[in-house]
């Protein structure tokens, strides 16, 4: 993750927080009468605060600007008094119908060490992986992995790629759990950068590596992205 991301984040929570404070203030003291902490704390409201945060933390914009416009249309269903729950239902259709258009990758049997615990095998250099309200197992195998995307929303998932072989330069997996986390299985003699802006959760590596290990250094593996109430761990087998 970029200094500039870095940057940009903290100004953008650091305003949010004082701009908050400063109306429950005005507030407080009747100079106000508005109910800022109903509007600013309400659930449409969440919904484009993270949004606005996945966005600036994640090179892939979608996932954050699909929640910045869902909050923004509950805010205004209620503004003009609309139904909202109308609509939820074709919502959740169509978004059930993308996913299961992108998902192009087919299980397949492999062997009884991995089979109780991954149950997807996949022969890619690119991980592709969302977890909305469900689970995801794979195993991944690549002799040149280039890295990925993983997105985790009220979900989890767990990726295996202690088969891959990592390629040359650096290799970026965009992290973005929301509600949700993320367990990514990597070799002990992996390179491994974390760069994950938390809030209000973690991201953290795991397992004991040998510090006689001679790691390449022209091979280099970037976890970056967000974690909003939710975690993350790379595990190091």
């Known amino acids: 993750m970029s200094e500039n991301n870095n940057s940009s984040s903290r100004i953008f929570l650091g305003s949010v927080l004082m701009i908050a404070g400063i109306l429950f203030l005005l507030k407080n003291m009747n100079i106000m009468t508005l109910d800022i902490a109903d509007f600013l704390f309400s659930f449409p409201s969440v919904l ?48 059930v119908g ?16 991995h089979k109780y615990k991954f149950q997807q095998e996949v022969k890619d250099d ?3 992986s969302i977890s909305i309200f469900s689970g995801s197992n794979k ?38 759990a929301i509600f949700g986390g993320t367990k990514i299985f990597v ?5 491994v950068v974390i760069d994950v802006f938390p809030i209000f959760g973690g991201f ?28 993350g761990q790379i595990v190091l087998v």
Not at 67 to 89: C, K, P, Q, T, W
Not at 98 to 113: C, E, R, S, T, W
């Open 204 to 231: 953290e590596a795991k397992g004991i590596r040998n510090p006689q290990q001679v790691l390449d250094k022209s091979k280099v593996l970037k976890i970056k992205g967000v974690v909003i109430f939710g975690g």
């Open 139 to 176: 195993f991944f195998v690549s002799d040149a992995f280039k890295g990925g995307n993983i997105t985790s929303i009220f979900g989890g998932s767990e990726i295996n790629l202690t088969d891959c072989k990592l390629a040359d330069g650096e290799n970026i997996i965009d992290v973005v």
């Open 187 to 191: 070799p002990k003699d992996w390179n």
């Open 48 to 95: 484009i605060f993270i949004g606005i945060l996945s966005a600036l933390h994640s090179s892939r914009k979608t996932v954050g600007l699909l929640l910045i416009l869902f909050g923004s249309a509950m805010h205004v269903s209620r503004y003009y008094n609309i139904d909202f729950g109308e609509f939820m239902l074709p919502l959740i259709f169509i978004a």
């Open 126 to 128: 690119f991980l592709e």
């Open 98 to 113: 993308f996913l299961i258009l992108i998902k192009h990758n087919k299980p397949k049997p492999f062997g009884d060490f």
